[in-house]
Nanobody
Framework: QVQLVESGGGLVQAGGSLRLSCAAS????????MGWYRQAPGKQRELVAT???????NYADSVKGRFTISRDYAKNTVYLQMDSLKPEDTAVYYC????????????????WGQGTQVTVSS
């Protein structure tokens, strides 16, 4: 089992920045990929960004050029740097992880954090 704990959410004005962190614990040696999803009120959960066990990343079109995902293997932590935030980025952001490479590339994640709220005011 893997436990994921997010931090770093909050309230920020449009154009501002936030950095989310997600610390992994438990059976972390089996993790292949990690990522971030978000869910806004009344909407389905959507992929934001993912990173594999190397340096390959993937981003939703809506955040490309504004968000950066990174992974610190020494700290077992994944980050999401969010710049140029927009009100439409308001959502609960969830950290996720997966053990299988096949599941990673088909976006079938095994583990989820509890979520952290990001609110962007206009």
């Amino acid at each position: 089992q893997v436990q994921l704990v997010e931090s770093g959410g909050g309230l920020v004005q449009a154009g501002g920045s936030l950095r989310l962190s997600c610390a992994a614990s438990g059976s972390i040696s089996n993790i292949y990929g990690m990522g971030w999803y978000r869910q806004a009120p009344g909407k389905q959960r959507e992929l934001v960004a993912t990173i594999d066990n190397g340096v390959m990343t993937n981003y939703a079109d809506s955040v490309k050029g504004r968000f950066t995902i990174s992974r610190d293997y020494a700290k077992n932590t994944v980050y999401l740097q969010m710049d140029s935030l927009k009100p439409e980025d308001t959502a609960v952001y969830y950290c996720t992880a997966v053990n299988s490479a096949l599941d990673y590339y088909t976006n079938k994640f095994d583990y989820w954090g509890q979520g952290t709220q990001v609110t962007v005011s206009s």
